[in-house]
């Protein structure tokens, strides 16, 4: 990662540029000592040109942020690209770091109040980085409860191995950790209402899953998994499912990436005080 200063009469702009993993914590720290030490606490950080960021990256904005604000200063981000902002939103960071979408409107942040977090769409049709991918493995339960014209074209059409070839539903992410994962699905276009979602994924229903860890590294996970608990819902079913088979170097990806975002939610804790 490459990081570029720019300096203006009463703030200065860090443009990151490449991937802002822990190996490049450091660089960061070193140029927020530097403008700190001259003077400098109301700083910008331009994520446009960043492709990638880790939770030790994310912890090292949260603690700049700290170190400024105790100085009087600010921190604020900018123009964070798709990838970044999905993650900042995600683990709630920007109730900590605000956001704007242009240099001007950052600028203008650096002096007035931090604004509030946009509301996300409910919606769970697209394919973000909180999307869970399932398919029971069972051909003729997919049959039993989905009639060929209720289930669309199939969701496996996402980035990875071929997924889901008789139908498969999206769902959002709730929980994850090693033992299994949590998520909420609302139907989609099947027409099922929640008590046959429920039945549809009912207890011991064995599924094949597919998800990612955005803080970890990129693409699609994929594993086996039974259905321990269904929770129906007004609007849909919320789902926990067992790992029954994964592989070694997925299941070390999601311990870390667990750990990750319990020291994520740690540090945002102690910033906010909740």
């Known amino acids: 990662m490459h990081i570029d200063v720019e300096h203006s009469e009463n703030h200065a702009t860090l443009h990151l540029r490449g991937e802002f993993d822990t190996y490049y914590v450091r660089n960061l720290q070193d140029e927020i000592d530097a403008l700190l030490e001259g003077g400098v606490a109301r700083i910008i950080l331009n994520l446009r ?104 074209k199939p969701a496996g059409a996402a980035p990875g191995p071929a997924f889901g070839s008789n139908w498969s539903g999206v769902g959002r992410m709730a929980s994850l950790d090693e033992t299994g994962l949590r998520y909420t699905w609302s139907g989609g276009s099947t027409g099922l209402d929640p008590f046959a979602m429920g039945q549809l994924l009912a207890i011991g229903t064995e599924v094949r899953v597919k998800f990612r860890l955005p803080l970890f590294k990129p693409g699609w996970c994929e594993a086996l998994a039974t259905v321990s608990e269904v929770e129906e819902r007004t609007d849909g079913v919320k789902v926990g499912a067992a790992f029954s088979k994964i592989d070694d170097k997925t299941i070390a990806a999601v311990r870390q990436y667990s750990a990750d975002l319990r020291f994520l939610k740690d540090e945002l804790r102690r910033a906010t005080g909740k």
């Open 49 to 152: 040109l960043v492709k990638f960021i880790n939770s030790t990256a994310l912890g090292a904005i949260i603690k700049a942020s700290k170190a400024l604000n105790a100085r009087g200063g600010k921190l604020v981000i900018a123009r964070p690209s798709a990838f970044c902002r999905e993650i900042i939103e995600k683990v709630g960071l920007n109730r900590v770091v605000p956001i704007f979408d242009s240099d001007e409107a950052a600028v203008e942040g650096l002096s007035g109040p931090t604004p509030k977090p946009a509301a996300k769409p409910d919606g769970m049709d697209d394919l973000d980085e909180s999307s869970v991918l399932f398919t029971p493995t069972d051909p003729a339960r997919i049959e039993h409860f989905l009639s060929i014209t209720s289930r669309g």
